[in-house]
């Protein structure tokens, strides 16, 4: 347990200095462990060694550029006080979940290493758990520029499935995304799948949203607190969306449009790929059209259609997805030791017993879940 | 030859007494010859025995429910006059195709009996070349109660297709059709295929369009002249135009349009099927949105999406289809006997030598073809 622990905790570092989805990062955890990694990043040692089978991927390890990474990423790591981190996480209401905790999907893990740019550990913000949302769950994208007609069926679709307790996700954004979310939200619960940290409310205007949604659902990054979001994060957050559902819909799509990069992902992951078809004369359904065309994509005009499309979904008993999480041991300590008027985290660790960070990562848990919230003097039960 | 016409006269008669596609008319057909089949019905003997495989086909021939067709074809046949249906047809410039004629669309024969409602025999009418236009052609059809976007579009892909010469086939209705044959006629050529006689011009209101069409295109149907079109003869009708293209195109269809019925039709042929998308909020894009679902239409949104799913349209070179056949001799001499002022057919025929129903047949033809027109003494040259 201690040492999962230092894993978890290493991983959590990683997220503060390697991109998402690093295959070289993946081949070295699988082969050495993530406290090792860390470790030696950290103390600017030369990287691990990782066997590299020869055509087992798209990507090889390329030694120059991979020593040139490790430098900087050495560099980075050696500047990371992870307690810090995660004690700003857990302020922010944010915790981490790790590929062995419980609350991690498992269907992350059919982003297989090498080449697949399989996710080492994602950062977690809201009342829901993560895994059980996603068991039932369908992933809505399309353009940020939206018509009318796309925000529209978008909330439709999301609205009708969120009723039948399917869970939407989708990728925060302008447009399709955020319509879809919020008519989730108002009938059930939605997941967004961020590409920045999830203290950065990108975008800006979605803050308020985010922070309704985060009562019920959960918001989902790799990225750790504070980071901004960069023009390639969204392409390799994408990945997400499309693993941790089992099928994805485009709603609406111009030719170029980051919905399509999310429609490969799922194609490739063998997830089902459904389009929603709109007037042809509209720009924004070509990547529909498109998709329909070329991609073999379901044409799906209503949440019946989608769910025809999903098949069952999975051994999920239908009727509404437990939202809030059970109590761990743990968190269910540090619940009892906070008190009506509030206290500090340091005097809550010493009324349960345990140390600093495991308080903090529970308070962050039992914030999210509303059953504690801030105060002036630190952590209470809410009024 | 003699008796070759014989044949065809019989053909032709048989249009005005049995339903269109009969598969024991077929049968009979197959084994006996239309002459004998035609003297035997006139004549009221029993009807002709076939020899039946059994589950070589869905229909099977019902002793007692034949017995009763035959009585009543033949009380019908007993009134025919072929001489008077062929002279009243060329006077209308309708001409008949039978399937031993060089006008006759060699993907008809795919419409095979038992069971696959064979056709017979075809009246037409206008100036083009029915095999020659039907090579590189493709059906777009669709539902009446067109909606703007619905009939924009069918002109738009009309328009665009037969500015690249594929011939534009269609039903003449109403919405979506009408639209077709329109933009289509106005760029290039354009077959109307009906389900009346083709002096009915049903309906009424493209009475103007099927003359206009006529100088150019052409008029085609399983049924003789003064037939008024009954509900089952539309989908009767439906086969013709999927098996005369080598793909079919629908642009608007209610969840209950006759346009599916030609798109099952199309799949039965093994006609490559496509669907146009709408707004999902539209009634006559539901429809299309099945076929995309559950039919794997392939999904255009213009002309070249078209062309790229029916592929290579055959050994047709590109470029302008030929649109007004060339004269075969019986044709020219009866040409050569048209005077300028006029004269009635009686002695055109005995002016070029050849009977009166030969004459008449390609008075009709040089009519549609624009090469002599009626006066009030007969036919004449163009003024």
């Known amino acids: ?80 006080d992870v307690d810090a981190l995660m004690a ?37 913000r809201g009342g829901g758990d993560l895994r059980n949302l996603c068991l039932r769950s369908v992933a809505i994208v399309g353009a940020r520029s939206a018509t009318a007609y796309g925000e529209h069926i978008a909330a439709e679709l999301a609205y009708d499935l969120a009723e039948r307790s399917v869970v939407v996700v989708s990728g925060g954004a302008y447009g399709i995304d955020g319509a879809a979310h919020r008519a989730a939200h108002a009938a059930g619960s939605t997941v967004v799948v961020l590409a920045c940290g999830l203290d950065v409310d990108y975008p800006r205007g979605h803050a308020g949203m985010f922070a309704d ?63 929603v078809p709109g007037p042809v004369t509209s720009a924004m359904s070509v990547g529909c059209h498109l998709l329909l ?17 999903i098949g069952p979904l999975g051994d999920v008993p239908p009727g509404p997805v437990r939202v809030v999480t ?25 009324a349960c017993g345990q140390g600093l960070e495991p308080t903090m990562r529970s308070l962050g848990l039992l914030a999210a879940a509303g059953l504690v919230e801030r105060c002036p003097t630190g952590w209470r039960l809410p009024r």
Request: net charge neutral; charged share 20%.
């Open 1 to 80: 347990m201690g040492e999962d622990r230092t894993d978890v905790r290493a991983l959590a570092g990683l997220t503060t200095v390697v991109p998402p989805g690093d295959p070289w990062l993946g081949m070295m955890l699988a082969e050495h462990g993530a406290a090792r990694v860390w470790a030696e990043l950290v103390a600017g040692a030369p990287p691990p060694t990782v066997d590299e089978v020869p055509g087992d991927g798209p990507r090889m390890v390329d030694p120059e550029r991979s020593a040139a990474h490790w430098r900087r990423w050495h560099t980075a790591a050696a500047r990371v």
């Open 88 to 124: 700003a996480s857990a302020a922010a209401g944010i915790r981490f979940v790790a590929p062995t905790d419980p609350e991690w999907p498992g269907r992350l893990n059919e982003l297989q290493a090498p080449g697949g740019r399989r996710s080492h550990g994602l950062w977690v």
């Open 213 to 275: 949604i985060a009562r019920t659902g959960v918001l989902v990054s790799e990225r750790p607190v504070g980071a901004v979001p960069r023009a390639k994060d969204f392409l390799i957050r994408n990945r997400l969306i499309a693993a941790l559902t089992p099928g994805t819909v485009v709603v609406e799509a111009g030719r170029r449009s980051g919905a399509l990069n999310t429609a490969s992902h799922a194609v490739d992951l063998h997830r089902v790929l459904m389009a």
């Open 293 to 309: 065309r070329d991609r073999q994509a379901g044409c799906v005009t209503n949440a019946d259609d989608v769910l025809a499309q």
């Open 326 to 350: 059970e109590l761990t041991p743990e968190s269910a300590r540090v619940l009892d030791a906070v008190s009506r008027n509030g206290s500090g985290p340091a005097v809550i660790a010493q």
